[in-house]
């Protein structure tokens, strides 16, 4: 993705990147639990031509690869740390690789990872995989080969969409969405559907679509999912979502109103940074971080609904760049508008 900076994107990753935790039987549905990894130690570690960092869960990212062989095998874990992720942009434009092995250990396959790597004709992917960046495989032979109408690969992964429906229904069998929609100019409507855990990493990004019906059980709206969808016009957040990560509706110029669910925790960076036509947000009384710009740049905002009181209203970490978002008016439980009675 041309537009956002690969250094951005890893900043993103390492300081944010979920992990994903199932237990399923034969009579109850699979769950999907959002904890956090970080990389509290900036150290960056060396293992042949990889370079890569560790989680605080002891864990290993992929930082970048300084190689030429043609045939590439990701290893499992290095010095007994499991592989669970590739950086953004960490084997971009290797046009010695013509072959990678991914071991079903990794996750999530970061923003332009395999960019431009024009040699590349056969990948192999984690069966655990549910997260792909934007422009992983860009340029790339294999991912010229991916034709089928909805092109599902890991952990039932929905990488891309080569339908010409405007209107879709994510089909029963999706967990989460990749960028499947990125820079779709035919779609309109989306129904997420109640099987869906995750919509991802630009997932819609700088797509048409104007309506998208989310389903009950996404729990995380990740980084970009919805950048730049100047026709988005509205949205309603379900109450299993707890994330919004950075920048996931930046830019939707369109958007009226939003309503988030009654467990959002977080809302991350530039999140509805330029919803230049934003009036009126509903927020819950369980979020508790609004981090910087997340509201910036929303000059018409008029009106916040906080699900809570004042003083709960109060206690969010609210970063100052949200000024705008702080001097609306607002109103709390019950339809109290914050202001004393003159007596």
């Known amino acids: 993705m041309k537009n956002i900076s690969r250094y951005l994107s890893l900043l993103l990753l390492v300081a944010m990147l979920p992990l994903a935790l199932f237990s399923c039987s034969k009579d109850k549905k699979e769950s999907f639990v959002l904890p956090e990894r970080e990389i509290e130690d900036s150290t960056i570690y060396e293992y042949g031509d990889f370079s890569y960092s560790i989680y605080n869960d002891n864990t290993a990212l992929i930082s970048e690869y300084s190689g030429n062989d043609a045939s590439v095998t990701i290893p ?86 080569n339908g010409s429906a405007a209107c879709v229904t994510i089909p029963e069998n999706i967990k989460h969405i990749g960028p499947a929609f990125y820079a779709n100019d035919r779609i309109c409507d989306v129904d997420v559907g109640d099987g869906v855990y995750t919509v991802g990493s630009g997932a819609f990004l700088f797509s048409t ?79 508790k971080n609004i981090t910087l710009n997340a509201f910036k740049d929303v000059n018409n905002l008029a009106y916040v609904y906080y699900e809570g009181t004042p003083e709960e209203f109060e206690a969010i970490e609210i970063d100052q760049t949200n000024y705008l978002l702080l001097d609306a008016k607002k109103f709390y439980e019950n339809g109290y508008n914050g202001e004393k009675d003159e007596k």
Request: some cysteine; glycine content about 8%; charged content about 15%.
């Open 76 to 161: 499992e874990e290095i010095e007994g740390n499991k592989v669970v992720a590739i950086a953004p942009g960490a084997f971009a434009f290797n046009t010695s690789i013509t072959s990678v092995s991914i071991p079903n250990t990794v996750e999530v396959i970061g923003d332009m990872a395999f960019d431009g790597c024009t040699s590349l004709a056969s990948v192999k992917l984690s069966e655990k995989l549910w997260s792909i960046g934007p422009d992983a495989f860009n340029e790339t032979p294999w991912d010229k080969t991916l034709t089928d109408e909805f092109v599902v690969v890991g952990d039932s992964l929905l990488y891309r969409y």
């Open 209 to 287: 679509v104007s309506n998208v019906s989310i389903g009950n059980s996404v729990v995380l709206i990740d980084s970009y999912a919805f950048q730049g969808c100047d026709r988005l016009l509205s949205v309603n957040i379900p109450d299993s979502v707890k994330r919004i990560s950075h920048f996931a509706f930046y830019g939707c110029v369109s958007l009226g109103s939003v309503k988030l669910g009654q467990n959002v925790e977080t809302l991350g960076i530039s999140a509805f940074h330029s919803c230049a036509q934003l009036k009126l947000i509903t927020l819950p009384k369980t979020l």
